[in-house]
């Protein structure tokens, strides 16, 4: 038997190396342009010395949590067709008395249908900080913006449908906030930022016309739009820090109801 550290409030041994990580993998087909959750998790021998769990390679943000004997660690992030066959490990480092470390993993390899409507601009920006993703069921109904006044976007949040996604960012104040009408959408997302630091404008149109105006116009201008005429916007992707919103890219496509795709 291998033991682990010995002041531990509660030892479980194992006999030589410990289980590899178990993977929760997304239903297929998974389409590009939506949002994956992938979940791994390996069994903890040690309450006090729990295994770290990495993913390899990072494509997005990653949670763990340690629920009794389990450490889970789940991982969420965009998928693309450049995505397709690519393979992603999971892998559990347990540290022993010694100082040396035990290592076990799991792999999964992507299988990504093609959406002929997805198209995807690509991100821009300092790209510093944490990385993040929007997601939800249903259109885009709605769009709350934070900015400091006379300075860069610090925040938004995304509706989708009935529900609010998380905020993205840093709140301040009293957001900026456009609601779509029924059958309404997002087409076009445009704008300033600096590439040092942040963005500095955002600017949603819709397919009505309206359009929604925060922050300064301040440094290089961008202009998002989706490839195909029947898409909307689906998706915001990027990273941010403490105080702001350092890029941004935007993924665009079409629902439909029946697949939620």
């Not at 998790?41 to 340690?66: E, R």
């Not at 892998?91 to 010694?98: G, Q």
């Amino acid at each position: 038997c291998l033991g682990l550290h010995s002041n531990c409030s509660k030892l479980v041994w194992y006999p030589g190396l410990p289980d590899a990580p178990r993977l929760t993998t997304p239903k297929e087909p998974v389409v590009e342009g939506t949002p994956v959750e992938l979940g791994c998790s390996a069994p903890s021998y040690c309450d006090t010395h729990p295994p770290t769990v990495t993913w390899t390679p990072a494509l997005g943000l990653s949670t763990q949590l340690q629920k009794k004997n389990t450490v889970t660690s789940t991982l969420t992030f965009n998928v693309s067709h450049l995505h397709h066959g690519n393979n992603v490990s999971c892998t559990a480092a347990y540290y022993i008395p010694s100082g040396n470390k035990t290592v076990t993993s799991t792999r999964y390899q992507l299988s990504i249908s093609s959406n002929e409507y997805y198209s995807y601009s690509p991100a821009l920006g300092s790209g510093g900080g944490t990385p993040f993703v929007t997601s939800g069921e249903g259109s885009i109904t709605g769009v709350k913006v934070w900015e400091q006044p006379g300075n860069h976007i610090t925040g938004f949040q995304l509706r989708y449908g009935t529900r609010w996604d998380r905020a993205v960012g840093r709140v301040v104040h009293a957001p900026l906030r456009l609601d779509l009408f029924e059958g309404e959408t997002i087409t076009q997302v445009s704008g300033k930022y600096r590439s040092a630091n942040y963005i500095y404008q955002l600017i949603f149109v819709t397919s009505r016309g309206r359009s929604l105006i925060t922050g300064v116009p301040f440094e290089t201008s961008f202009n998002f739009y989706p490839e195909h005429a029947e898409a909307e916007l689906r998706l915001l992707s990027g990273r941010f820090d403490s105080n702001g919103i350092t890029s941004l890219g935007a993924h665009w496509g079409v629902f439909q109801e029946a697949t939620g795709y």
